[in-house]
């Protein structure tokens, strides 16, 4: 595996990012790729965005895993995640890897976790040049997601909404508030944020997530293939969200909920997750040949 560190344009800011290509790459051969997207305030850099990078390498794809504006390295207002932005972000990227001498252009995929999950999905039911999706512990309603992460703190999370409002009103200027309070983690499971993601947010960023709906576009990536995965008992972002998602998607869309697992499954390395990915990637999104997978499904609806 070989890796190079990029950069490119989105909506005039310099991003950067990484592209490994795998092992055993010919001079002029194009490979199928993935654009691995990072979570909620994290950076390239995170285990949740590098396993399956490593993972897709090994299999012989082409990846690209990038910092979103104002995350990492990349330019931007530290700490402003828009989802329409990142959305963005997600498109120029691929426009970016048409350009490259081992990319296919016409076999481009998205993966996410989380944050990413979201991004990747609403990126490619709205963009058809995007050639399969993988969501990972995702969601595609932003006010419902929060409604479950926040539970009875609910009521105080949209008056945190209502008062950036107001600030904003005032002052021309967001409101800055804790990472935690727009996205509640579970000390357990603090270890998987990355040292370093950002720890104070614009109020901007929780509104423009309670507003953002990826489920509204899913059944828009059909007859693309989409592969949504979640954890049974998930400790950050409830599960039926990507259960959601499933109901509103179209054929070939295929949902695996996993027991022993929490919300970081790339990042844990579990290794039913791994074997899932492997199959589905064999069967629509190959390396080579056609997919067999596709033509052979039934409608699940």
Known sequence: MAEQDITFTS????????????????????????????????????????TPCAMLNKLGYVTLRFDFRGCGTSEGEHGRLICMEQVSDVKNALTFLQQHPHVDPDRIAVAGSSFG????????????RVAACISASGWG???????????DNYPRFLKMLEEGRAYKA????????????????????RTHV??????????????????????????DIAPRPVLLMHSAVDSVTPTEQTIRMFERSQAPTEL???SGTDHFMFAEKNRRVHEVVTAWLRDFFPVSGEAVGIAALDEHH
Do not use: C, W
């Open 256 to 258: 695996h909920l996993f």
């Open 141 to 151: 309603n932003g006010a419902l997601k929060f409604e479950g992460q926040h539970g």
């Open 11 to 50: 909506d005039g800011l310099t991003l950067t990012g990484t592209i490994s290509t795998p092992d055993g790459l010919a001079a002029n051969e194009k490979r199928p790729t993935f654009m691995v997207l990072h979570g909620f305030g994290s950076t390239r850099h995170a285990g949740n965005v590098q």
């Open 170 to 189: 005032q002052h021309g200027t967001s409101m800055i508030v804790d990472r935690y309070d727009i996205v509640p983690i579970p000390e357990k499971l």
């Open 117 to 128: 999950a979201a991004v990747a999905v609403y990126t490619a039911g709205t963009d058809t």
């Open 194 to 219: 990355l040292k370093g993601s950002i720890s104070k947010m614009p109020v901007d960023t929780a509104q423009s997530m309670f507003d953002f709906t990826a489920e509204d576009v899913i059944a």
